[in-house]
Every structure is written in structure tokens, then in C-alpha cells.
């Protein structure tokens, strides 16, 4: 399984940015969750939005309404619409894969809870 990520940039507060995850996976590209992450410290990943392979999406309390999470049709591409970006939106935003559906069903699951990832692409919100 490859991730690659990208789109990550510098914006100003209030900016846009789209990220994109291109994914080549070993079997059907239907049968994999994904998601995206970001860095929040040198150990944790924050669970920014997910898109489970039934087409549930869940979002991060801090990006609602903001992020919009999608995957093309042949679900071997992922986005992340980035509006109104704030400052505390800087990260290194990660996109991640598992193979069927997250154990956590309420919420972005854990980041345990995907076996695959990308090397990241780093966005930078300036006030």
C-alpha cells in the first residue's frame, strides 16, 4: 500500500487549502477506510476527519464546519477541503488507511486503528 499526500502550503488566517492523497492499495481500493491526521507533538497524531469504505465520514470538533472530507469515485483518492484556516490549523497532515471498517464507529478513530501512512504534507496558517 502507497500514500501520497499533497497540496499542503502556506495560507494566510482565513485562506483555503485542498489536500489530495493519492493511494495505490492491494486489493480494491472499496475495501479500505482512510482518513486524515495531523501532528499535534512529536508522539501524537490528531484525527482531523474519516471516510470509512460504507461512505460514514466523521470530523474532529475543531474542523467542523470548516473541513470537508472527500473520496473520488473510484476511492483511490482522498481530499480534504481546508477552509477558513486558522493558525492552530498548522500541521503536517497525514492521510492514513485501513484495510475494512475502524473498531471506533463514533468519531475519527485512533490512529492504532490504520495500518497504513503516508509521509505527510505540511500546511502553515499565518495570522
Known amino acids: 500500500v502507497q500514500l501520497v499526500e499533497s497540496g499542503g502550503g502556506s495560507v494566510q488566517s482565513g485562506g483555503s487549502l485542498r489536500l489530495s492523497c493519492a493511494a495505490s492499495?492491494?486489493?480494491?481500493?472499496?475495501?479500505?477506510?482512510m482518513a486524515w491526521f495531523r501532528k499535534i507533538s512529536e508522539k501524537e497524531r490528531e484525527g482531523v476527519a474519516s471516510f470509512d469504505l460504507d461512505g460514514s465520514t466523521n470530523y474532529a470538533d475543531s474542523v467542523k464546519g470548516r473541513f470537508t472530507i472527500s473520496r473520488s469515485s473510484a476511492m483511490n483518492t482522498l481530499y480534504l477541503q481546508m477552509n477558513s484556516l486558522k493558525p492552530e490549523d498548522t500541521a503536517k497532515y497525514y492521510c492514513a488507511a485501513t484495510y475494512g471498517v475502524p473498531r471506533t464507529r463514533i468519531g475519527v478513530p485512533p490512529s492504532g486503528e490504520y495500518s497504513y501512512w503516508g509521509q505527510g504534507t505540511q500546511v502553515a496558517v499565518s495570522s
Open positions: 492499495f492491494y486489493y480494491n481500493s472499496n475495501v479500505y477506510s
